[in-house]
């Protein structure tokens, strides 16, 4: 098992933890923000679990599916962080097309709501293109 297939698996506990954070009792506030900073819906939770059951087979079947998953999750992700900054929306939860847009907003909360996506893009972006991507 090379190193990429086994951050799918690290992948599929942090996506699974991301879907259960408003299940969780104390980690959203008075007005359903997880941490005080973001909102969690049943699309953002859908969004979570599919994208950990990707994870999940990836890591399973072979380093060649991992790759790809790192580099299509990667890109797809990391857009939404960045165009949740300019918009105050992901288009991934679809809140893009229910909401509109917000306006570009670099405060701090605004860029803490998308730090999980730009986190997670970035480095699977980075391992997917990267030495780890190369290893077998």
Same mark, same amino acid.
Request: one cysteine or more; a negative charge; charged letters at 10%.
């Given at each position: 098992?090379? !190193?990429?297939?086994?951050?799918?698996?690290?992948?599929?506990?942090? =996506?699974?933890?991301?879907?259960?954070?408003?299940?969780?009792?104390?980690?959203?506030?008075?007005?359903?923000?997880?941490?005080?900073?973001?909102?969690? *819906?049943?699309? *953002? *939770?859908?969004?979570?679990?599919?994208?950990?059951?990707?994870? #999940?087979?990836?890591?399973?079947? &072979?380093? @060649?599916?991992?790759?790809?998953?790192?580099?299509?999750?990667?890109?797809? $992700?990391?857009? *939404?962080?960045?165009?949740?900054?300019?918009?105050?929306?992901? $288009? #991934?939860?679809?809140?893009?097309? !229910?909401?509109? &847009?917000?306006?570009?907003?670099?405060? #701090?909360? @605004?860029?803490?709501?998308?730090?999980?996506?730009?986190? =997670?893009?970035? =480095?699977?972006?980075?391992?997917?293109?990267? @030495?780890?991507? @190369?290893? !077998?």
């Amino acid at each position: 098992m090379t !190193t990429l297939q086994k951050l799918c698996f690290g992948y599929f506990v942090a =996506l699974m933890i991301a879907a259960s954070l408003n299940y969780v009792p104390g980690l959203t506030d008075d007005q359903g923000l997880a941490f005080g900073i973001f909102a969690l *819906d049943i699309y *953002d *939770d859908a969004l979570h679990v599919a994208s950990a059951i990707w994870a #999940l087979v990836a890591g399973i079947v &072979s380093h @060649r599916a991992a790759r790809n998953f790192m580099i299509l999750f990667g890109l797809a $992700y990391l857009w *939404d962080g960045v165009f949740g900054i300019f918009t105050g929306y992901g $288009y #991934l939860d679809l809140g893009i097309f !229910t909401n509109g &847009s917000a306006g570009m907003d670099w405060s #701090l909360p @605004r860029v803490l709501a998308n730090l999980p996506h730009l986190a =997670l893009g970035g =480095l699977a972006v980075w391992a997917g293109f990267g @030495r780890l991507g @190369r290893d !077998t």
